[in-house]
């Protein structure tokens, strides 16, 4: 929905603009104005493909295939940002691997404001770590083991 929601209104501003200036220019063919539809349409889909598809794509990786790994949060600090009135955070946290190393990872996360006490600083969290790029993680939830 998020996809169509992008790339309907941008298609139809391409549209007007594109015959806006076909019929401001009357030598300007029928096949060149399709010609002209054809790249904005082209551009338009590289955009979202890289601004929406691909990122979910890297957090689909760390869903399906990803390990399971716990981390302790170091410091949560707001951005100051808010998006639908939910609170963006720098999330600094370090993660503990199976073989004992551990590392530290900062994020930006956007959190549910019912949720922001859930993760402060020492909270024991259980992350999914992405195979092939160790700072693409989601957390998985608050370990309660403790």
Known sequence: MLLFSLFFPVTIIGIIILSAIRKKNKKTNSKSFWISLL???LVEFIFVYFIVILPTIKGDA????????????ISVKSTGNTFNHNPEVKMTINIQLNGGASYMVEKTLV???VDILKYTAGTTVTTLLDPNDKNNFLIKGIDTSE
Not at 62 to 73: C, Y
Request: glycine residues 6%; aromatic residues 6%.
């Open 39 to 41: 790249l904005f349409l």
């Open 62 to 73: 760390a869903l399906n295939s990803g390990v399971s790994a716990p981390a302790k949060i």
């Open 111 to 113: 959190l549910n404001p």
